[in-house]
């Protein structure tokens, strides 16, 4: 199992460019999600899915869009990005542990995107 | 909004000295996971904390769950430079989808001095 990827590892965007972050996971979990990672402000939920086709918005989702056609794939967008949106962005999926075991909800999580907006 | 208070933000200590780290919150929580964040990786489970009083135990490190599942706490004891990172602890929301979601603290970024 590669677990949770994500790519690219870095990126440099200006000012209204657009672009897609990669996330994808091989441990057919049913629930992903999206964070972005502050100085002094730890992980905000962006975007969540918990399952193929169904998205909601988490706690800071403007200027973000998402998608779920497939269990294994969740790609964040970008439209026109910000320098507000310069970031450590971080995907997660988890599933639900069976009835009486631990860990429950565990999420895993890739090893970040940083983005830098100009 | 279910918020997570996490203390302290920052702490430097000797090699050998003992810790205690804080999750408070004015929320109910139906578990609440601590995790360890190492510099240009992703947060990595160290535990998670079910039962309101559950305690339990990772080698040096002992975490507690709060009786009314609003707080918890981590404790390491003989703290060592592998200890260094960041520390988050996350609160799973109590049914239906927020049962997927975590709340995050802000994290308290720990060093360990050799």
């Known amino acids: 199992n590669a677990g949770v990827t994500q790519t690219p590892k870095f990126q440099v965007l200006k000012t209204g460019q657009s672009m897609t972050l990669q996330c994808a996971q091989d441990?057919?979990?049913?629930?992903m999600s999206w964070y972005r990672q502050d100085p002094g402000m730890g992980l905000r939920l962006i975007h969540y899915?918990?399952?193929?086709?169904?998205?909601d918005q988490g706690e800071v989702p403007n200027g973000y869009n998402v998608s779920r056609s497939t269990t294994e794939d969740f790609p964040l967008r970008l439209l026109s990005a910000a320098p507000s949106q310069t970031s450590v962005y971080f995907c997660?999926?988890?599933?639900?542990?069976?009835?009486?075991?631990?860990?429950?909800?565990?999420?895993?999580f890739g090893p970040g995107t940083r983005l830098l907006v100009l | 909004t279910q918020l997570l208070e996490q203390s302290p933000q920052f702490l430097s200590i000797q090699e050998g000295e003992n810790l205690t780290v804080y999750c408070n919150s004015s929320?109910?929580?139906?578990?609440l996971q601590w995790y360890r964040q190492e510099p240009g990786e992703g947060p990595v489970l160290l535990v998670t904390?079910?039962?309101?009083?559950e305690v339990k135990k990772l080698k040096r490190l002992t975490f507690q769950f709060g009786d009314a599942r609003k707080d918890s706490s981590l404790h390491i004891t003989a703290a060592q430079p592998g200890d260094t990172g960041l520390y988050l602890c996350?609160?799973?929301?109590?049914?239906?989808?927020?049962?997927?979601?975590?709340?995050f603290g802000k994290g308290t970024k720990l060093s360990v001095i050799p």
């Open positions: 996350a609160g799973v929301g109590d049914s239906g989808a927020g049962s997927y979601q975590l709340t």
């Open positions: 997660a999926s988890s599933y639900r542990g069976t009835s009486g075991s631990s860990p429950r909800e565990t999420q895993y």
């Open positions: 899915s918990v399952g193929a086709g169904i998205t």
């Open positions: 904390v079910v039962t309101g009083g």
């Open positions: 441990m057919n979990h049913e629930y």
């Open positions: 929320s109910v929580f139906s578990s």
